[in-house]
């Protein structure tokens, strides 16, 4: 029995929220796939495959590599997650190289905004609009046991199994890289080539990027103090309520008023997290190009090593200050979490501000990643404290 590979690219919080249906679907399109092919597939789902403590960047960079499908399931949060994006743009490449766009499967789960437009400001939704995706959106909703579901299911396999016929019919093979192999140039063909950003693009949007970065975690501040004023100014009057022994019905005026005050910055802090991730993005691609190159600069110009150390530096210091600001959002998005049950006006709004601050809080992962290619880089840098 022959196996195919598989990647089921998703949102953990996105599978939360919907009672585990997305990690379920992908089970189900395995059993579908094996009973109408009778060939086994292997798909990888990080949430059953990854050990805990285990390396999970480097386990996914490898089954990335080696991967024949790539089902991304497309929400709001795909698109505010770096490692979604960063899975995304990683398989597409390999598609692009391969000359066969039947490997790329897109899933629309719930639409992110500009899906529908002719031409996104985001690169990644522009790449996902090239190709034909299967709509999930009104199927999200059936039961898993109704033919509709069934139905669905057996859509995506059928995608799957015209993929796996393609490859087939051109004669190629999917095989695991070797050690100089790099994400978009697969050994398989290279006829076809993409517009992936070069050394000098990243390098620039970095530098364009940075001043956003600044402006934007600003704005997102501004918004949260305000939401904590308003938190402030409803506690305060609920206990005058509390000492004045009014009802509980007066706290759920107070309640209701609360979510309607919250609506505003609460959607400022949405699009202003999915503008975050994606100046995160340039930024990380960026920094980590430059952390790459910095031992072979270094050894070619020795005077080099003072200008790169001092970028280290401030590297460091900023991811020192956003791990200080990701931590009181942190206890922010908890409290809002907290609240949720306190009250069915409030748990929408309350609900949408615990997304967008959840993407502040996930791409801490991002800027801990840079501190690793410092350390894994090799360069020595004096200590900032060092004599000179």
Known sequence: MTS??????????????????????????????????????????DKDRLAWGEDWKTTIDESIATVAFFVAVVTPRYFQSHECRRELRYFADRASALGLRELLLPLLYVDPPGIHEAAPDDDLLRIVKKYQWEDWRDLRYAEEASEQYRRGVAALVARLVEANQATESRGIRIEEPGENWEPGRDRASLTEDDDKPGTLDKLAASEAAMPRLEENVTSISHNVTEIGRIFEDATAEMERQSSASKGFSARLVVAKRVAKQMEDPVDRIRGLSADFASILHDIDQGVLTLIEHAPAEVASNLDSREQFCEFFEAVRSMTTGYAQSVESICGFADTAQALEGFSRDLRPVLRKLSSGLTVMIDAKAVTDSWLDAINESGLECPKVNDSA
Do not use: M, P
């Not at 599978?15 to 109408?36: H, N």
């Open 4 to 45: 195919t590979q598989a990647f089921w690219s998703y949102v953990h919080q996105d599978d939360e929220a919907e009672k585990g249906r997305i990690s379920q679907l992908a089970r189900d399109v395995v059993d579908q796939f094996e009973l109408v092919t009778g060939e086994q597939i292997n798909l990888f789902l």
